[in-house]
């Protein structure tokens, strides 16, 4: 079963837009959730990465809000870029664990 | 520094057949874990090695396997190919220091099965 659940699917947004991913999760345990990019033919890249103790983490043009009693963490790109144009994936796991449970992705793509 | 290393990058099989893909991890990472991605299920994590041992499964069956060697290059074997094994492999290492550390993911293996 899907433990982290991810949306929407798919966005577009025009050049110094706002991009926002939503993710909620199942497992109440989970205690580590990153955030990958992943471009055409590469493996994804860990972009930013938030523990349940913080509200939100920031980074750049990227931030990571996160509601623990909601179970829901997002992620926005601000002043979004055509060089942001990825697919995104947010991910949970236990911390010091491996095993990342991933979000389906979404494909963000960046009009210019 | 170079990055994590898979091989080979393209594969063509037919139902089944075996398959090893490898994975060679970033010098100095310790820990080798294994991803499957496809279009319908996502990412799904296989199995992670440390040291040799798997400390880490995921909900595959039996046909999927593992090893880590004393060098921490890593080899998943998967026998008798199914047409639904088609799919990116990713190979992703870690240092591991106790806390939690960048996974770094390699470029992937695909697999066709035919």
């Known amino acids: 079963q899907q433990q982290v659940k991810q949306s929407p699917q798919s966005l577009i947004v025009q050049k110094g837009g706002i991009s926002i991913i939503n993710c909620a999760y199942e497992?109440?345990?989970?205690?580590?959730f990153p955030w990958y990019q992943q471009f055409p033919g590469k493996g994804p890249a860990l972009l930013i990465a938030?523990?349940?103790?913080?509200s939100e983490k920031k980074e750049g043009r990227f931030t990571i809000s996160f509601n623990k009693s909601a179970k829901q963490f997002s992620l926005h790109i601000m002043d979004s870029q055509p060089g942001d144009s990825a697919t995104y994936f947010c991910?949970?796991?236990?911390?010091?664990?491996?095993?990342?449970?991933f979000g389906a992705g979404t494909t963000v793509t960046v009009r210019a | 520094k170079a990055g994590v290393t898979q091989t080979p990058r393209y594969l063509i099989k037919t139902r089944g057949q075996q398959v090893t893909l490898s994975c060679s991890p970033i010098?100095?990472?310790?820990?080798v874990s294994w991803y499957q991605q496809t279009p319908g299920q996502g990412l799904q994590f296989l199995f992670e090695?440390?040291?040799?041992?798997?400390?880490n499964k995921g909900n595959f069956p039996g046909r999927f396997s593992g090893r880590q060697f004393s060098n921490s290059r890593s080899e998943m074997n998967v026998s008798t190919l199914e047409l639904g094994d088609s799919a990116l492999y990713l190979c992703?290492?870690?240092?591991?220091?106790?806390?939690?550390?960048?996974?770094?993911f390699g470029p992937g293996t695909r697999l066709t099965v035919l």
């Open positions: 992703a290492s870690s240092f591991t220091s106790g806390s939690q550390d960048e996974q770094f």
């Open positions: 497992n109440t345990a989970f205690d580590y």
């Open positions: 938030i523990r349940p103790d913080v």
């Open positions: 991910a949970a796991t236990l911390l010091g664990d491996y095993k990342l449970s």
């Open positions: 010098s100095g990472h310790r820990s």
């Open positions: 090695y440390f040291s040799e041992t798997q400390r």
